[in-house]
């Protein structure tokens, strides 16, 4: 039973535009969620997280929205640039929990095209 | 600073035989974890520990072990490969604070390994 679905294993967006990856998840005691980004061959790097205190976190071009009710977040990229092309996990943990206690989604897959 | 290193970045094995992923990290972390990728899954927790000599099993120990001899090492071993345990591995550590380990890793380069 999978407890973090990424439904899009791939997203073509063309430079400049924004880029939305999706990410629901089932499991309703999870309360802080990561998104982490992975180039071939190299391990992923953390990108951004969001408490399930706030409905947003942004860092620069990456703003993470989570909709609890709905139990949905997502990650926006604007404007999307060649170098975020990558494949972009998303990760939820519950609460009190850390690493060790991380649930990955199957990763999507983004194409940034010229 | 090297970050997480693992060797070796591909090894290809016969059913049946052994090896050893290994894992270093420079930068003083308790925590250290295994986690496998295969194509279309995401990451799997296969083991970890929270510091020398502690040790415990994640989502998918089997046909796996662990050993925290120090804190900068974390080798997986593989006692007799299997075809199922083709896959990419990946390191990974990050910090303990208040008893509790911290959100963010960082990861290792991954090692592919194939079983034939």
């Known amino acids: 039973d999978q407890q973090v679905k990424q439904n899009s294993p791939s997203l073509s967006v063309q430079e400049g535009r924004i880029s939305i990856l999706n990410c629901d998840y089932t499991?309703?005691?999870?309360?802080?969620f990561l998104w982490y980004k992975k180039y071939p061959a190299e391990g992923p790097t953390f990108l951004i997280s969001?408490?399930?205190?706030?409905d947003k976190n942004e860092d620069g071009r990456f703003t993470v929205f989570l909709n609890k009710s709905a139990k949905h977040l997502s990650l926006h990229i604007v404007p999307s640039q060649p170098g975020d092309s990558a494949v972009y996990f998303c990760?939820?943990?519950?609460?009190?929990?850390?690493?060790?206690?991380?649930?990955f989604g199957k990763g999507t897959h983004l194409i940034i095209q010229p | 600073n090297a970050g997480v290193t693992q060797t070796p970045k591909f090894q290809v094995l016969k059913t049946g035989q052994s090896m050893t992923l290994q894992c270093a990290q420079d930068m003083n972390h308790e925590y250290m974890s295994w986690y496998r990728q295969d194509p279309g899954m995401g990451l799997r927790l296969i083991h970890y520990?929270?510091?020398?000599?502690?040790?415990d099993q994640g989502e998918v120990p089997n046909g796996y072990n662990v050993s925290r001899s120090t804190t900068e090492d974390f080798p997986l071993r593989l006692l007799s490969a299997a075809p199922s345990q083709t896959s990419v591995y990946f390191c990974?550590?990050?910090?303990?604070?208040?008893?509790?380990?911290?959100?963010?890793?960082?990861f290792g380069p991954g090692t592919r390994l194939t079983v034939l």
């Open positions: 520990s929270v510091g020398a000599g502690i040790t």
């Open positions: 990760a939820a943990r519950e609460e009190g929990g850390g690493a060790d206690g991380l649930t």
């Open positions: 969001i408490s399930s205190i706030k």
């Open positions: 990974a550590s990050s910090c303990i604070l208040d008893r509790r380990v911290t959100d963010t890793q960082y």
């Open positions: 499991n309703s005691m999870f309360d802080y």
